[in-house]
């Protein structure tokens, strides 16, 4: 949907808002962390003695509309997070919601263990 020649200034900064989202979260635990990435984030959770887990979040779209995916780890299918105009509030509020949900499933998982 979106290609590096398509990326506006509104795009721009839905990606900050995704990337300020992972930032606001990671400081919640000292296990989540967070590196930027072509287009969007990932998150990284670690817990000792547990493997890493990943999450992925990622913006595409035009000046227009944007298009907010989320991956949980490598291979699985990607959830749809948001589509709409390109408002960072929106969106930002959209990838706050989809970190929750991930890193309390995360939480819940070791839970398990």
């Known amino acids: 949907m979106s290609t ?3 990326r506006s200034e509104a795009w721009e900064r839905c990606v900050e808002a995704v990337r300020e989202a992972a930032d606001i979260a990671s400081t919640f635990d000292g296990r989540l962390s967070h590196e930027p990435m072509d287009g969007g984030v990932r998150l990284v959770f670690s817990h000792p ?3 890493k887990r ?3 979040i990622a913006v595409s779209g035009h000046e227009h509309q944007v298009r907010i995916d989320a991956r949980a780890e490598e291979g699985e299918a990607k ?3 948001y589509e709409g105009p390109p408002k960072p509030a929106a969106v930002m509020q959209a990838a706050m919601q989809a970190i929750g949900r991930w890193y309390g499933a995360e ?3 070791l839970g398990n263990v």
């Open 79 to 81: 959830v749809f997070v």
């Open 4 to 6: 590096p020649k398509d």
């Open 49 to 51: 003695g547990q493997a």
């Open 107 to 109: 939480v819940r998982r």
């Open 54 to 56: 990943s999450f992925t």
